[in-house]
């Protein structure tokens, strides 16, 4: 992402540990040249000609997914469509990497606020397909764009 928000990104995933990794943003691609994906302003679909020219790392050939899981997460992510943002929840991964004693109020925070980072909308649309992307324990939602750039690396 460029701008301010993409440097605030950086930022954040520098204090969850990610380092200053080069992918700040996730999204769905719905089909049809459509995306969803979370913005400040909140959840929306959007075409993605809009990425034309940017660097983006496709998850296709890294999950074995059938037809019907696959339009279970456009199904999911076209659910959410208008979910709020919020970079609170940046602090909150932070808190939750340096293991800071607020992290029950936080993760109950998270999981109850109804928003969404880029990388918590990606993560929950998988989840609600059925289909668990990290099986490392985290809490979910506790995704960055860096998580899921790894998660799908080459």
Same mark, same amino acid.
């Given at each position: 992402?460029?701008? %301010? ?19 700040? $943003? ?6 049809g040249?459509?995306?969803? +994906?979370? +913005? ?26 059938? +037809? +019907? ?18 970079s ?7 808190? $939750?990497?340096? $293991? ?11 999981a109850?606020?109804? $928003? ?7 993560? %929950? ?30």
């Amino acid at each position: 992402m460029a701008g %301010q928000v993409g440097r605030l990104i950086r930022i954040g995933q520098w204090l969850n540990g990610n380092g200053f990794a080069d992918f700040e $943003h996730a999204f769905v691609y719905v089909g049809g040249g459509e995306l969803v +994906e979370a +913005e400040p302003g909140g959840a929306r679909l959007g075409p993605l000609t809009e990425y034309d020219g940017r660097p983006i790392r496709w998850s296709t050939g890294r999950f074995q997914l059938t +037809e +019907e899981q696959r339009q279970a997460v456009v199904t999911a992510a076209r659910g959410y469509l208008g979910v709020p943002y919020s970079s609170a929840d940046y602090f909150a991964l932070a808190a $939750h990497h340096f $293991h800071l004693p607020v992290g029950v109020l936080i993760k109950a925070y998270v999981a109850d606020s109804k $928003h969404m980072i880029c990388s918590q909308l990606v993560d %929950q649309c998988y989840r609600d397909a059925g289909i668990q992307l990290f099986r490392d324990g985290r809490w979910p939602g506790y995704v960055t764009p860096a998580d899921l750039a790894n998660l799908i690396r080459p």
